[in-house]
């Protein structure tokens, strides 16, 4: 059974009229609910302790919340999945243009590393199953199923429920360390380099490295992450919307106890940031940058190692560095897991084809030589 509660708009309170007891579909195990707007205050609280268990911050109601109060065009679209009257999985999405071409993402776009529900490992193919019968629930959706993990149920259910759920794009893949042995995770070479640049710099300077407290210092110190960023990479790296949303929710963090935001200082100055969270056993390295005026230390692959101590020390048994294989995390021993990224729509609507047709274009573009893409790329400018 999938029932839909509106956002209170005319058009929503319309649909709200036709279909608040209206089957549309249902699933053998559980039953689905669609909220446009965030759900009772019961449900948050379960859906909350499901995300923090499963250990997935981009699943967390906080999460959405900050992107929608950053970002008030994308309009929440939750479906909870219940057996019997215990939530048994949600997922968190936002609707995105008009009705004749919305599209169904994930709260946080491009800034969501990994897509996963807010469910136990055992319930993830009954809520795949389940919410791809009730989704999209209009012939006009695209719903970019991005970053799932290689081997998830999504792309079954998906099949299985006769939408049309085609490949889209090639994605970084996650970085992960595993806590459970931390003196395996460098090599000698690389400890003693490590260790030889911390001396030099402790020699040098006066040097600390602090952890974030609160709410009002996690948004001084994250301030402090996108300037040291912008200063590097240039000032439009952050939209106002994306700094506000990612200042938003560190703060949120910060409250509930999952903010990991390390500042290491050199004479009292911050020379490098890094922004991550940790719930139960596994920490998260999601952004830092520093000041190139340390580079000669590493100061960033310092903090970053700093930050793995600490969260062995605290218990954790994983370090997810998120995407993207770049070289400071392979001074680490590290495994890599594939994400896939996915468009589904109803079979034979305006969406499908329009799925088709991206992917398509996808596959033809890979397959033009580099000479023939650096040659494209020089007309499209034009």
Not at 63 to 71: G, I, K, M, P, Q
Not at 220 to 233: F, K, N, P, S
Not at 364 to 370: D, E, T, Y
Request: glycine share 8%.
């Amino acid at each position: 059974m999938t029932t839909l509660i509106g956002s209170g708009s005319d058009t929503a309170a319309r649909m709200l009229r036709a279909t608040m007891c209206q089957n549309v579909t249902s699933s053998s195990a559980l039953d689905v609910t669609l909220f446009e707007r965030m759900p009772p205050a019961d449900v948050v609280t379960a859906w909350r302790g499901l995300a923090v268990a499963s250990e997935n911050p981009f699943a967390l109601p906080d999460w959405l919340e900050a992107w929608c109060e950053a970002h008030p065009g994308d309009r929440p679209r939750i479906v909870v999945c219940r057996r019997g009257d215990a939530v048994a999985g949600v997922v968190p999405l936002v609707a995105r243009g008009a009705r004749r071409r919305r599209e169904l993402l994930a709260p946080g776009d491009e800034l969501a590393d990994v897509f996963a529900p807010a469910c136990a490992p055992a319930d993830a193919a009954a809520v795949a199953d389940a919410v791809t019968r009730a989704l999209p629930a209009s012939g006009w959706e695209l719903w970019r199923l991005e970053r799932c993990p290689a081997g998830s149920p999504w792309p079954e259910a998906a099949a299985a429920a006769g939408r049309t759920c085609v490949r889209w794009r090639a994605e970084p893949p996650l970085v992960v360390a595993d806590l459970r042995d931390p003196d395996d995770l460098i090599d000698g070479r690389q400890r003693r380099e490590l260790a030889r640049l911390r001396r030099k710099l402790e020699a040098d300077h006066t040097v600390a490295v602090r952890t974030s407290e609160g709410a009002e210092e996690a948004r001084r110190d994250l301030g402090v992450l996108l300037e040291l960023h912008a200063a590097r990479w240039g000032a439009g790296t952050f939209t106002p919307s994306v700094r506000a949303f990612h200042t938003e929710f560190a703060a949120r963090a910060a409250e509930r106890g999952w903010l990991r935001l390390h500042t290491l200082e050199v004479d009292g100055r911050p020379a490098a940031v890094l922004y991550g969270w940790r719930l139960g056993t596994r920490a998260f390295a999601y952004s830092q940058a520093f000041d190139p005026a340390y580079a000669r230390y590493a100061v960033g692959v310092s903090l970053l190692a700093t930050a793995i101590e600490r969260a062995a020390a605290e218990g954790c048994t994983r370090f997810d560095m998120l995407r993207g294989d770049e070289r400071h995390k392979q001074r680490f021993r590290v495994s890599t897991h594939a994400l896939e990224s996915r468009l589904v729509a109803r079979r034979g609507s305006p969406a499908a084809a329009e799925a088709l047709a991206r992917s398509a274009g996808r596959r033809a573009w890979a397959r033009l030589p580099a000479r023939g893409r650096a040659l494209a790329g020089r007309l499209r400018l034009r």
